[in-house]
């Protein structure tokens, strides 16, 4: 899937499904996202024929994108959830995942939140520290229930991604070290209220390369095999998300060469397999729409300024991101009919990080001219803020030729009568 894929020109407009991006654009104002239902149904559906052969649970990593209409969609097609919070939890639970699909992850669950995940009976805890097994250990015992428990390894190996979203080095606050293991597993099966089933990693996100996955799969099957002869009944292993996209011109591994690799370093254990993808599953199924407000000439390079900023979609400023960026309403890029222009295409927010893209060719734009910033689905909207008192832009899903506001925009109202001001003041 391309960032065009799924946002492809007809007769100089772009479209997403059967409808003019423009269209929408008139009736909900920009900047907003945008997202195609088949899309994401299609990405779902090449995981699942990936891994039809493998006993497989497909836990979408609700973080990438939190939308209760994206959660429904994914749902609906069968799909658990690796969440994150008690707040992630609440959200897969109302958009109908049942919590015996539900894996939870992240370095500091509190006791509220393990509690809250106990009493629903999800499927398993993903524990990155033995501090967290004692606690989960501890409230597992005062609800007389028993937890499902892997623990998430960290191999020790080079993601080769960006620096920040890079988890699986020993250097990284996640996971329980791999020499660490085994003594790890004998202390949690010693520990009333966990019931020790798997095994999980995860390594990093927007891995465009196998070798790192390769590499930490294999070291799971070796620890798989020392715990059983440890004794653990270990039949679960997951292997996390972090497959990548296609944002510029990267080469992606498909989804079966993935499952395949999957199958050859894992298979012969004969476990479940959970798989944890967010970014795979949503990244271009998505974009960000926006309108050019100002051309501004200065000494040294041409700016478009956007109604769009690094509070709508950090990527760019937080991760050096590119992000293909396309007039809407022009011939495809790829048709040489409409001049380019280079520009400098920044947001409104006062920082000079509010910058999408250096040195663009984009065509020659001109105020209130329609601009998609493409690959925005996972990772743009969930990292959204309301810095500089700018509305969360809203959130539109396509469906053929229906599309529904699934985030309204709030008002300013709305922002500022959160802040109370004390009657002392
Ligand atoms: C973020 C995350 C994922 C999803 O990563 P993607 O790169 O979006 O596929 C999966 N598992 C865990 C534990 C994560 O933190």
């Excluded at 024929?49 to 979408?60: G, K, M, P, V």
């Excluded at 597993?185 to 010693?190: I, L, R």
């Excluded at 292997?239 to 050859?264: F, N, R």
């Excluded at 760019?316 to 001049?339: F, G, L, R």
Aim: contains cysteine.
């Amino acid at each position: 899937m391309t960032p065009t894929s799924y946002f492809p020109h007809k007769n100089n407009q772009m479209f997403v499904e059967n409808i003019a991006v423009s269209d929408i654009a008139k009736k909900v104002q920009t900047p907003f996202y945008c997202y195609s239902h088949t899309a994401i149904e299609a990405s779902f559906q090449d995981y699942q024929n990936a891994f039809s052969n493998q006993d497989t649970l497909i836990c979408y990593a609700v973080k990438a994108n939190s939308n209760q209409a994206v959660l429904t969609t994914l749902s609906k097609l069968g799909s658990g959830a690796d969440v994150v919070s008690m707040g992630e939890i609440q959200r897969a639970i109302m958009a109908g995942i049942p919590a015996n699909k539900i894996v939870y992850s992240g370095v500091a669950k509190t006791e509220e939140e393990i509690n809250y995940a106990l009493s629903l009976g999800i499927f398993q805890f993903n524990v990155e520290s033995e501090p967290e097994l004692a606690l989960i250990s501890k409230v597992a015992t005062a609800l007389n229930k028993t937890a499902a428990i892997a623990f998430r390894i960290n191999p020790n190996v080079c993601a080769q991604t960006h620096e920040k979203i890079s988890t699986g080095k020993a250097e990284n606050k996640f996971g329980v070290p791999i020499s660490k293991a085994r003594v790890a597993y004998k202390e949690a099966a010693a520990l009333p209220g966990i019931k020790v089933q798997g095994v999980d990693v995860h390594i990093g996100s927007q891995l465009t390369n196998l070798t790192p996955f390769t590499e930490a799969y294999q070291h799971i099957a070796q620890l798989v095999v020392e715990l059983r002869e440890d004794g653990h009944d270990i039949n679960v292993i997951d292997v996390g998300g972090g497959l990548g996209i296609t944002y510029s011109d990267e080469i992606i591994p498909s989804k079966q060469t993935y499952a395949e690799m999957v199958h050859a370093q894992l298979g012969h254990l004969n476990c479940k397999i959970i798989i944890e993808p967010g970014r795979s599953l949503l990244g271009n199924a998505g974009i960000l729409v926006s309108s050019v407000v100002f051309v501004k000439k200065g000494e040294e390079r041409e700016f478009l300024i956007i109604d769009a900023g690094m509070n709508d979609l950090i990527r760019p400023s937080m991760y050096d991101a590119y992000h293909q960026i396309i007039a809407v309403d022009k011939a495809s890029i790829d048709n040489n009919e409409e001049p380019l222009k280079t520009y400098d295409i920044v947001g409104p927010v006062c920082e000079t990080g509010d910058t999408f893209a250096k040195a663009r060719q984009v065509h020659d734009a001109e105020i209130g001219d329609l601009i998609a910033i493409m690959s925005s689905g996972a990772y743009g909207s969930v990292m959204s803020s309301t810095y500089n008192t700018r509305m969360l832009a809203p959130e539109v899903m396509v469906k053929g030729d229906e599309f529904a506001v699934v985030r309204t925009r709030p008002s300013y109202e709305d922002i500022i009568k959160q802040d109370i001001t004390p009657d002392w003041l």
